[in-house]
């Protein structure tokens, strides 16, 4: 009697030898372009140089050239030097030309193609490429894993970083930027915490947020700061900073609540009608209760917002405040202590009030960036999280719609109409 044995095969690869999923996926498609784009850049750089040196690879000079019309920059080549260029086509080796030209002083300097310039190591599609992969929501480090197929791993997170730091620029522009001839009429104002390493240390630091609408209803980032915390001097400092800019006296504000904020509008634009936020005093009045009447405090704070009607507003206040002073006295006080802001937005026309509301235009952007930064958990510089803010926006891969009810925004506020009195 024989017995026969096997043994089990693994299904997990027995080395790293075998490498790793996608590597033998070869597309001739691909790497037929991939030669053609190599051609085409040398050759762009080989005309570039013949219309430099009037005269093509092996030429002479025209015989009937006119000698004071010959321009002093006339040389000659000397070799190919190789270079390594990335692309949205891939990473290609090049070989380039070399020329020295001809001086006013007799002597020689080297040449510099226009076309591809000294150190440049990938072309600006590719940087976009690079930049847009890691605003999507890829850190520094997974990168190279997204853009392996186009790159064959020859981007790091050096790159990644050193790509970033191009952005620089653009954010120093747009922080210098003249507001003196956007027509805003309204101004959403909110506050972010959002973990960075300072000192090496992880540390909370604030996000002030400004975002206008103009008078077709569009709205637009205005500001993005990193600061301390939401202080009063925090506040005065982004709005005195827009102000210097030209901005203009805005029309009504939608706020978050924080004191430091109301103190500093009240310094600079005293009297401007301002809406608190309800989401905010919603989570106000449901921190002041016990979890088993956070449904019914819902219930009713939710019918007072959202009434139909400012006389319908006014009633239903009034039944909640004598309601919950008996129920719970503290979610009564924290009402009270919004005061007529709460109310502002039934001043203006119905068809506004979804937008005026709420500072939710600026908590859908905080949400973006949270689900942005969550691979990161922390990000290296408190001017790091204030760009990759603003970078999302200017990017385009959010996009801000017009507010509810634009087309009434230059109608006036009416008179305050909602009686605080219980």
Known sequence: MTSSTTTPVSSQPASGAEGHLFDNWFDPIEARIRDRVREIIQAMIEEELAATLMRPRYGRLAKDAATDAVPAAVGHRHGHRPRTLMGTFGRVELELPRARLNTAGGATTEWHSRVLRTYQRRTLAADELIASTYLAGTNTRRVRQALAAVFRGAVGKDVVSR???KVKGDWDAWNARSLTDEPIVRLILDGTAVRVRLDRQATSISLLVVIGVRADGQKVLLSVKNMGGESTEAWRAVLDDLVGRGLCRPQFLIVDGAAGLERAIAMLWDGVPVQRCTV???????ANAPDRLHEEITA??????????????AARRKAFLRKWRVRCRAVADSLEEAGDRLFT????????????????AIERLHEEFKRRIKTQTVLPSAETAAMLFWALLASGQINMRRVDGWPTLASPLADQPVELAA
Not at 300 to 313: L, Q, R, V
């Open 163 to 165: 790509v970033w730091r």
């Open 280 to 286: 905010h005093k919603h989570r106000n009045l449901l």
């Open 300 to 313: 009713d704070y939710t019918e007072m917002i959202y009434a139909a009607t400012p006389e319908e507003a």
């Open 345 to 360: 937005f039934t001043r203006l026309p119905p068809s506004q009030w979804k937008s005026a509301r709420t500072t939710n």
